[in-house]
């Protein structure tokens, strides 16, 4: 255990929450052209409250609504650590459904209701709190830097750019990002993976034009029926994918994560009610949170072909078509895994189609090694928090963000949710606990000092 | 042979052609309401016509468009034929595709352009010039009535009912009725008989909404890959379908049929290239013509599900589905087949999704007696006017007045097919070749002698 003192007598809650109100008070919703006035005053929020705290803090033009950066380097010596977060939120649509204002913060039952209250604003204004509460101990006991953008919600089109052009202003050891939710309330989680993806578009000819279904159906080949062949051909009876060479390489869940996982507070019949069906299919062999988490997948997204209307049409089309996403793990490289599935996909084609696969885009599967001294700070931290270990999970889904991070500053991300799913983020009436955001400014600070304390407390 | 005199001397092919061309400069669009009008003045062409032929001929109301009746009988003793045909015609639209005025005959390489020359207007009017041509020799040797509705071209709407309320006063030996394409240029045909049709849609639900991919792909049932599992079980490795039952009590093609349609001038390679395909799949062990007029087909007709927009979404759709249809052939029944694809789509349901199937509507498979005397009378009079013996095949589609005149008059249909295809009906530049009509007039003619004809000299 660590030596570090506690912090929760130094907090100033009551200051804390009313930063925070003022600072969702400000719609700063990034789809919306008319609010660009409001991102602005968003970002210059955070710039000036950075500053107050002794950052070099600045408002960064991009090609859309500007970056926050501002760091404060405590020693050279000392490890870097970036803390993400964006600055921007989701529409209040639909607004009738609000229980009060989403730009009036509302306490009810000791959660913040308002928009961005949870995602991000609330997450990421923790981490300032959490810095301003180790600077009323003393100095800081890493380099802190943050990026704080304005384009999360829209698909952070200007982000990769942005990181590119200042890798080297970037540069750090760990970046942190607090942007989703705990496995459960009781459950402090470190989430060390994601999953990665690969998308096809696959597009089935038959004839030169739809024909009569009388007049031809039995001699001309049916470009929907050919589809349907394909894709069942892609998983077998046991729910594996068939593609050639498609788990070659995988890096196998170890022992200690089955069991670790085995134990977190999953029921599948809880998951299955909640999404209203009677089983959770998938490939044999793996629990449902390891099929979630850890194995790959293949699901069409999308369909179509011939006639969708009312009613009936007696046609054969010429064409159809389906979308199809692949998420992959680590092991697994998201151009290779497009390449081995066009190659097979086409080689599925049935007697009188031609099958064409385009690739629409991938991103690369991440997990942060479990021994990673990062993690086992998050550890300490979160213990120091909730008193309890943490859990360690990964997520089913891509979080772009996280591979560009990753790829470009060349750091591991530690992902350290302080929400939960039932803040309903991007539905109305998004919340956050109160008791989450003074826990998450407490998690911030003991992290940033368990990322300071040199190795020996490390291992302590 | 028949010792039935030749008619080619007696036709006025120039007066025929001009009372045609007069019927075609009639606008008769069903589906236009604005021709409402024009409906019923080429209806009381049609009475008028028929009237000054000596029939006793009405224009009978419907809720739609009217129908067209007339009878003329010459004994009692003698059978009756009834000739159906249509005065209504489709749209012209695309009008600027035409190179001559749709609604004004023109005449270019021996051929009528105008909309319904060939659909139907000119196929039902070689029949009233046919019975003119016998009547300029004596009395008709059958009881003829004529049924000229005016709502083909809209699903003919009202026919059953009509047919239902005077279904005595129709009663008939023999329905002929020609609407149709010879099978080629040089090839008379009769087409005695027609697939059936059952219609369903096959509708498959996941989870009670659209997820996510990424947080759901590996334990959600995915709807999509759902459906095209069920959808490529349907058909074996042959391409024989798989639901059980449903080939049972088929009528087997005779040797006699299949010799008879490997004689007719058909090349697969052709057929194949007329559409843009490399292959012509389907059921194993059966020729081209076979599979299209006698064997029964599952063909999906349209498929959706998720998202079919641009680009990639992650979605694992809550729903998916399918219109598929089935063309039958005699010794199947749609509400059995449609029957025992419910059961068996059912069953093929995988673990986690719902699925439901909807009975869209059938239609009964029709084949003729090929040893009944009024094939062989169509073919004595086909002989008289080519030179040589027809060709007996079926057709792939359905024709559902064709079933109602079966089931509610109890009588036989003959398909004597006057066009061809390269008349383009439906299209732009519609046309039927002038030697095509006067043929079409003799064959009428012919058709009517020879049904009137005594047994004796029917079977020498």
């Known amino acids: 255990m660590t030596s570090l003192p506690p912090l929760n007598d130094a907090l100033d809650a009551a200051r804390a929450d009313a930063e925070l109100f003022d600072f969702l008070r400000i719609p700063s919703v990034s789809a919306d052209s008319r609010r660009k006035g409001d991102m602005l005053r968003a970002a210059e929020f955070l710039q000036s409250k950075l500053a107050s705290l002794g950052f070099t803090a600045r408002v960064d033009r991009t090609a859309?609504?500007?970056?926050?950066?501002?760091?404060?380097?405590?020693?050279?010596?000392?490890?870097?650590?970036?803390?993400?977060?964006?600055?921007?939120?989701?529409?209040?649509?639909?607004?009738?459904?609000?229980?009060?204002?989403?730009?009036?913060?509302?306490?009810?039952?000791?959660?913040?209701?308002?928009?961005?209250?949870?995602?991000?604003?609330?997450?990421?204004?923790?981490?300032v709190q959490g810095v301003e509460l180790l600077l009323g101990q003393g100095d800081l006991p890493v380099?802190?830097?943050?990026?704080?953008?304005?384009?999360?919600?829209?698909?952070?089109?200007?982000?990769?750019?942005?990181?590119?052009?200042?890798?080297e202003e970037l540069a750090c050891d760990v970046i942190?990002?607090?942007d989703g939710s705990r496995f459960a309330r009781d459950v402090p989680t470190v989430t060390?993976?994601?999953?990665?993806?690969?998308?096809?578009?696959?597009?089935?000819?038959?004839?030169?034009?739809?024909?009569?279904?009388?007049?031809?159906?039995?001699?001309?080949?049916?470009?929907?029926n050919a589809l349907a062949q394909i894709i069942a051909r892609l998983k077998d009876e046991?729910?594996?994918?068939?593609?050639?060479?498609f788990y070659d390489s995988i890096a196998e869940l170890t022992e200690q994560e089955r069991a670790m996982w085995a134990q977190l507070p999953h029921s599948d019949q809880e998951f299955a009610a909640s999404i209203g069906v009677s089983a959770l299919p998938g490939e044999a062999g793996y629990s449902t949170l390891e099929r979630?988490?850890?194995?790959?997948?293949?699901?069409?997204?999308?369909?179509?072909?011939?006639?969708?209307?009312?009613?009936?049409?007696?046609?054969?089309?010429?064409?159809?078509?389906?979308?199809?996403?692949?998420?992959?793990?680590?092991g697994q490289d998201p151009a290779r895994i497009t390449k081995l599935a066009q190659d097979y996909i086409t080689s599925l084609a049935p007697q009188g189609v031609s099958v064409k696969v385009i690739d629409h885009h991938g991103g690369q599967p991440i997990a942060m090694d479990l021994d990673?001294?990062?993690?086992?700070?998050?550890d300490r931290a979160l213990q120091r928090v909730y008193g309890k270990k943490a859990a360690f999970g990964r997520t089913g889904g891509s979080i772009p963000i996280v591979a560009s991070f990753r790829a470009i500053l060349g750091a591991p991300v530690l992902l350290v949710d302080l929400g939960l799913n039932e803040d309903a983020p991007h539905s109305p009436n998004e919340s956050f606990a109160l008791e989450d955001y003074h826990n998450g400014i407490l998690t911030s600070a003991y992290l940033l000092q368990e990322l300071g304390a040199d190795e020996t407390s490390q291992s302590g």
Chains 1, 2 share one sequence.
Not at 144 to 149: G, I, P, S, W, Y
């Open 192 to 224: 060390y993976g994601l999953r990665g993806l690969s998308y096809i578009e696959v597009h089935v000819q038959g004839a030169n034009r739809d024909l009569h279904s009388g007049s031809y159906g039995g001699a001309a080949p049916n470009p929907i």
């Open 372 to 378: 990673s001294p990062y993690i086992a700070a998050a």
């Open 176 to 178: 942190v990002i607090s």
């Open 64 to 127: 859309g609504h500007p970056v926050v950066y501002a760091e404060r380097v405590a020693s050279p010596e000392r490890p870097t650590v970036l803390i993400y977060g964006h600055y921007d939120v989701q529409p209040e649509a639909p607004e009738g459904e609000w229980l009060s204002d989403p730009f009036e913060p509302t306490v009810r039952d000791g959660r913040i209701y308002a928009r961005g209250a949870t995602d991000d604003k609330g997450q990421a204004y923790a981490h």
């Open 143 to 167: 380099n802190v830097k943050f990026l704080l953008e304005g384009e999360e919600e829209v698909g952070s089109p200007n982000l990769e750019t942005y990181l590119r052009e200042r890798a």
């Open 292 to 330: 979630l988490w850890a194995r790959p997948t293949l699901d069409v997204n999308g369909i179509w072909g011939g006639y969708q209307g009312e009613g009936s049409k007696t046609v054969i089309a010429a064409k159809a078509g389906a979308k199809i996403s692949m998420r992959l793990v680590p």
């Open 238 to 245: 046991q729910g594996r994918i068939t593609i050639p060479g």
